[in-house]
């Protein structure tokens, strides 16, 4: 079945720093990919994502490329700041088999000054 | 402004009650969803309806239930039935539940069981 893997947190950066934070999955068909962020005590919303392959996410200051070669949609920033804190979800809607999304297990960023 | 609204924000029930978490949306989307979220455990989709009058079971069903008799509503009871019914709960609108699927979300309530 269908199935969204991210890294590990929690995540600890300085401010400016590099971020990645890794998410592959597993789909039967041509899924869409999300990324989505979660605020401290908030709902989530809807960071970047993209629809097929070799496609770049990006919002924010945030990227991910689609990479149907290996399976993986990682986010990326080239510098982070201390309101970037928050949790990250990677997601992916595969309409030809399950009209619903599928989650990885989130990842948790926090950015010291 | 458009967007999904969801009361109480903090919930309190003792043991053996069933209570009912609101969840509105003005967005005009037909799809709407119920999740789960427990440290670690990422979302858990509860509920979900693709249309009015129209609802199915999500990956985590038992001990909740779900009507949809408008287009902007979407309350979850959370039964007695629920073994471990303290959580943050997230409602979930998309436009429909047959293209690419972005899901906007309402703020959470998060309900504790005294």
């Known amino acids: 079945g269908n199935s969204v893997t991210q890294m590990e947190g929690p995540v600890t950066l300085s401010e400016e720093a590099f971020l990645t934070i890794n998410c592959t999955y597993t789909a039967t068909g041509y899924p869409s990919l999300f990324w989505y962020v979660q605020y401290p005590g908030e709902g989530l919303q809807l960071l970047l994502k993209a629809t097929k392959a070799d496609d770049k996410g990006s919002n924010k200051g945030f990227e991910a490329t689609y990479r149907k070669e290996t399976t993986s949609f990682h986010l990326e920033k080239g510098s982070v700041q201390v309101s970037d804190s928050a949790v990250y979800f990677c997601?992916?809607?595969?309409?030809?088999?399950?009209?619903?999304?599928?989650w990885g297990l989130g990842t948790s960023l926090a950015v010291n000054p | 402004d458009g967007g999904i609204t969801q009361s109480p924000k903090y919930l309190f029930r003792k043991e053996g009650q069933n209570v009912t978490l609101s969840c509105e949306q003005n967005l005009n989307h037909d799809a709407m969803y119920w999740y789960r979220q427990d440290p670690g455990q990422g979302l858990r989709l509860i509920y979900y309806?693709?249309?009015?009058?129209?609802?199915q079971k999500g990956d985590i069903a038992e001990g909740y239930s779900v009507s949809r008799e408008k287009k902007e509503s979407f309350p979850l009871t959370v039964t007695s039935a629920q073994k471990n019914p303290t959580a943050f709960y997230l409602c979930?609108?998309?436009?429909?539940?047959?293209?690419?699927?972005?899901?906007?979300f309402g703020p959470g309530t998060r309900l504790t069981v005294l």
């Open positions: 979930a609108s998309s436009l429909d539940a047959g293209t690419s699927n972005e899901q906007f």
């Open positions: 997601a992916l809607f595969d309409a030809g088999n399950n009209r619903k999304l599928i």
């Open positions: 309806s693709q249309i009015v009058n129209d609802f």
